[in-house]
Nanobody, 126 residues
């Protein structure tokens, strides 16, 4: 079965940086697009960033554009989220996800993802 295991995250002061990793197993990683989503307290889960199966295309939410970078290492079956210039409003539980179907470009809708990581808290203090 597909498993997504997240690492990284934690607590940081505003302006700092964190790097999230998500290691996938169970399917041919290089076939599927990957995404990152987040859920802040009292809010719904929202799109953060996505990367195509090949890594050639990326997409970002307006709120993180220019500060966050999504990347993938297909031989290592891992997707990353580099988060720079963090703000208190970035505080949330962050989830990685793997697309339901292969060979699509960047996917921004949660409905397009079939598998989810366990989620990890990121806390940014002012």
């Amino acid at each position: 079965q597909v498993q997504l295991v997240e690492s990284g995250g934690g607590a940081v002061q505003a302006g700092g940086s964190l790097r999230r990793s998500c290691a996938a197993s169970g399917r041919t990683f290089s076939t599927y697009g990957m995404g990152w989503f987040r859920q802040a307290p009292g809010k719904g889960r929202e799109f953060v960033a996505a990367i195509s199966w090949s890594g050639g295309s990326t997409s970002y939410a307006d709120s993180v554009q220019g500060r966050f970078t999504i990347s993938r290492d297909n031989p290592k079956n891992t997707v990353y989220l580099q988060m720079n210039s963090l703000k208190p409003e970035d505080t949330a539980v962050y989830y990685c996800a793997q697309a339901r179907n292969g060979f699509y470009t960047t996917l921004r809708s949660q409905r397009e993802y079939a598998y989810w990581g366990q989620g990890t808290q990121v806390t940014v203090s002012s």
